[in-house]
């Protein structure tokens, strides 16, 4: 059985946060791991970011988006994933086919059906196993992912997609508990509003169970 655990969530909710320290642990305890993200988990996924979250490109169509997340994805599903997964490495992702039924799917208004063909193809119809998702209030998440912003070198950094709307936010929220309601089994919910220690003692233990199940 494979081992893909997504990490997915808002902007802010501290996915790429719990996924270092995850790592740092499980890395301790000698499983053999692969940490990646999307859409840059790979050198061609970082420049199709770069025109993705680009604040100039306010115009981009729902399309050509979704369009550009799959590529992102297509490259690094048999450019990193795949390969790991056949070295039977824990794979831990920091977002991957939700977020596009999420944001562009949800949010955007795509049909879902057409996310789920361009999804299908890219991903090689590969599916996370466990997927952790961090819930909280937007307007929580939004702040958190600001501070972190104005911490950076360049203070008016923020991307495309932190500029969006509350509304926005909302329907990616909502958009990623319909998919948790749909298949309740691959997820597990975490309430990303309390401090990282505690959030990270859970993320721990899910994972753990989960790795030592598909060991059995
Ligand atoms: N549980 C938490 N409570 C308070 N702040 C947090 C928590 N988790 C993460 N943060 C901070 O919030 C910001 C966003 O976290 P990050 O992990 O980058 O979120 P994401 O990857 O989901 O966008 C960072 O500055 C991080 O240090
Ligand atoms: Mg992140």
Known sequence: MNK???FEGIEGSGKSTQMRLVARRLTQRDVPLLITQEPS???IGRKIGGILFNR???YM???AE???FCAARAQHVREI????LNQNKTVLCDRFSDATYAYQGNARGLNPEFIKVINDYSSMGLKPNLTLLFDLPVEVGLKRATDRDNLLLDSSFSDRFEKESLNFH?????????????EPGRFRLID?????????QEVLRHITEFISQSNC
């Open 4 to 6: 893909l655990i997504t």
């Open 81 to 84: 994933i795949m390969p790991a």
């Open 56 to 58: 100039e490109h306010h």
């Open 170 to 182: 909302n329907k990616v929220r909502e958009g990623y508990l319909n998919i948790l309601k749909s």
């Open 66 to 68: 979704a369009f550009l």
């Open 41 to 43: 988990g790979t050198d």
């Open 192 to 200: 990303a509003t309390r401090d990282v220690d505690t959030i990270q």
């Open 61 to 63: 169509c729902a399309e």
